[in-house]
């Protein structure tokens, strides 16, 4: 094992909520500007300036620039008056935060030079920063670097594009190869169905052999890349009803067809229920119809929730060993990829779950007491990564990068040659760690096309101050991850709030997997589902942009709505746990909940968390008392949330 490196002063990597560290990020950003200046003029010193000082002093000239300078004044008083104030602890809704200096100042400094991530001659620099970076990712999740692949994207949606983008095309690749002369021995014997339920390895080792044969970009050319997807004959794509709304997007986009998405129903932790999706394989390859995909969501957009990856990946082992059948597994972990981090030791392997809380403690990652994290079948889930196929992880998330910065990884880099536009080959020395920047253009094997560059730096740079390990960026997860268990707790034994001779309580709505803290209002003696979702509709309007400028609001967060047609009955024991009947949850069939996601980092010690507990309750005393007087001058002395 390697050296232990020490750990990071997070205090020391944000700007911080009043611009705390305001003078080493101007110097940073003064110093990235005159690099570039510098290099401008540095670039062939004998060449003469085009911009004299006489048309410099002309009246036409000093108006260009005097417009311009009223443009940007005018952009600068607009942006202070309407952008979210993530960077402040009182922010505590979408997954936003304050971002890391080291980031900031290596965007700005690589978009000054403006290189395009789509060839590597016009990124000579920032395509090995990206390229550097997607392999960072692959060793956070396990996967063996020598073989791997990963990079950066705009955000998860072109991420999870990429992943069904490699899934079909590798899906059709067996038809294919039946269907060509030259290529039919290598599947002969098997049925039609037996050949699309491979394993996706052995798969590429087909492809391995066509190569070999010189015929792979023939039998490609009769896979869905070359002829296109027929949805009939593409599988199912199976999918927990927690997903995100990208994967509807992606079966429109790629052909697959959103008929062939199948539901799998989550349990009231709001994970996949592996019952249901272990009933559901067995039928489908009972009928003998082929699955596309298996699609864990690690960390849910709306409840933080990590699917059971491990159970998932042990059910595809035992199909295969017990039926000889496959299926392609992709992990979206867009917004909890990163906090595998946090599990990690600096020698890149996952610490023993019995060991994390030593460890933990001895590097103070956890400054809230009380911190318990994570649950066991948590960290399992995350052990389980390096098996999957694919993953999707947004440094735009829990990465503290700007936006735009997705992130893509897969297992094995061979399955490029299945997208690519011009070969990639990159099978040929697995014995080491391959240098791919001079290997691959990005734009030949890639969704997207022109990127920006300054995203790969801002990714790589945060790597370099933050290691993907504990001691690294597991130093910042610990602040979000402990602020969001004592958020948590906090809620779960709140006192009630008296106003106007009425009582209210708040409590959380599940015990978290990661930081995202679903919560709710209700009022003493109303038992009314609709009335209790109507007041925190409108307590999520008093505390969120719904009102106009939120740098005006001393509290803001967001909101979501567990609906039966989304979730089925999941929420059902949650919603009788909250006080509320069975009976009501049948009938109204949906539930309001406030959302919050605690990225922030300072919340940090006994007094900050005090005083900051004390301003929250007294801001939501606030909005229920406005809440109350609303009720009282629409005259019915009765709440508003009250169904009439």
């Given amino acids: 094992m390697t050296q232990p490196n020490p750990p990071l002063n997070v205090d020391a990597l944000f700007l911080g909520p009043k611009a705390e560290n305001r003078d080493f990020y101007k110097d940073m950003m003064a110093a990235a500007v005159d690099a570039h200046l510098f290099w401008r003029r540095d670039y062939f010193p004998q060449d003469s300036p085009e911009v004299d000082p006489n048309e410099a002093a002309q009246p036409d000239f000093t108006a260009t620039l005097a417009g311009t300078q009223e443009v940007l004044r005018k952009l600068s008083a607009t942006l202070r008056d309407q952008s979210v104030p993530w960077f402040s602890p009182r922010y505590l809704g979408h997954m936003d ?26 990124s000579p620099a920032t395509t090995q920063f990206e390229l550097e970076a997607g392999q960072d990712l692959c060793r ?50 098997l049925s039609d169905y037996a050949r699309r339920m491979m394993p996706a390895a052995r798969l590429l080792d087909l492809t391995d052999t066509l190569k070999g044969r010189g015929i792979f970009t023939e039998v490609r050319d009769l896979s869905a890349r070359g002829v296109g997807a027929d949805p009939d004959e593409i599988g199912k794509l199976l999918l927990p009803v927690s997903k995100h709304y990208s994967w509807e997007k992606a079966a429109d986009v790629l052909g697959i067809g959103q008929a062939n998405i199948v539901p799998i129903p989550v349990d009231h932790q709001c994970r996949m229920e592996i019952d249901a999706l272990t009933q559901t394989v067995t039928d489908l390859m009972d009928a003998q119809t082929p699955i596309l995909a298996v699609i864990a969501v690690i960390g849910s957009t709306e409840e933080g929730a990590v699917d059971p990856l491990a159970e998932i990946v042990a059910l595809r082992q035992r199909m295969e060993a017990e039926r000889g059948q496959s299926f392609y597994i992709h992990a979206d972990a867009a917004f909890g990829g990163y906090i595998a981090a946090a599990l990690v030791d600096d020698d890149g392997q996952y610490v023993p779950y019995d060991l994390l809380d030593s460890r933990y403690q001895g590097l103070g990652v956890f400054p809230v007491a009380g911190t318990v994290w994570p649950k066991r079948e948590v960290y ?88 993907l390990n504990i001691a690294g960026y597991g130093q910042i997860l610990g602040r979000s991850l402990g602020a969001a268990g004592w958020f948590y707790r906090q809620l779960a034994t709140a006192p009630d709030f008296e106003v106007g001779g009425r009582r209210f309580s708040v409590r959380p709505f599940m015990d978290p997997d990661l930081n995202i803290v679903d919560f709710s209002f209700l009022e003493a003696g109303d038992a009314s589902l609709d009335s209790h979702n109507r007041l925190n509709e409108r307590m999520y309007e008093l505390s969120s942009y719904f009102k106009g400028r939120t740098y005006d609001h001393p509290f803001n967060t967001s909101q979501t709505a567990l609906t039966y047609d989304g979730y089925g009955d999941a929420p059902r024991p949650l919603v009788q746990q909250r006080g509320l009947s069975g009976d009501e949850w049948d009938r109204v069939h949906s539930i309001t909940l406030l959302c919050s996601t605690v990225m922030t980092v300072v919340l940090k010690d006994s007094d900050r968390l005090q005083r900051y507990w004390d301003d929250l309750m007294g801001t939501w005393q606030g909005y229920l008392t406005q809440i109350v007087e609303e009720d009282l001058l629409a005259g019915t002395g009765t709440s508003t949330t009250t169904a009439p």
Wanted: net charge negative; glycine share 8%; hydrophobic share 45%.
């Fill in 97 to 122: 935060a304050d971002t890391l200096m080291v980031a900031n100042v290596a965007y700005l400094m690589t978009m000054l030079y403006n290189p395009n991530n789509v060839a590597h001659e016009a």
């Fill in 140 to 189: 956070l999740f396990g996967y063996d670097t020598r073989r791997s692949w990963g990079h950066l994207t705009s955000g998860g949606h072109v991420a999870n594009y990429e992943g069904m983008w490699v899934a079909r095309n590798l899906a059709t690749m067996p038809a294919a190869i039946a269907a060509h002369p030259n290529a039919q021995d290598l599947v002969q014997g």
């Fill in 380 to 467: 399992d889930a995350y052990r389980a990564l390096g098996q999957v196929d694919s993953i999707t992880c947004d440094p735009h998330k829990m990465g503290y990068v700007p936006y735009p910065a997705g992130g893509v990884c897969m297992k094995d880099r061979r399955i490029l040659d299945l997208i690519s536009y011009e070969a990639a080959y990159l099978a040929e020395d697995l014995s080491i760690e391959p240098d791919l920047s001079g290997k691959i253009q990005l734009g030949n094997a890639i969704l997207e096309g022109s990127k920006a560059g300054a995203a790969a730096s801002a990714v790589w740079a945060a790597h370099q101050v933050a290691p």
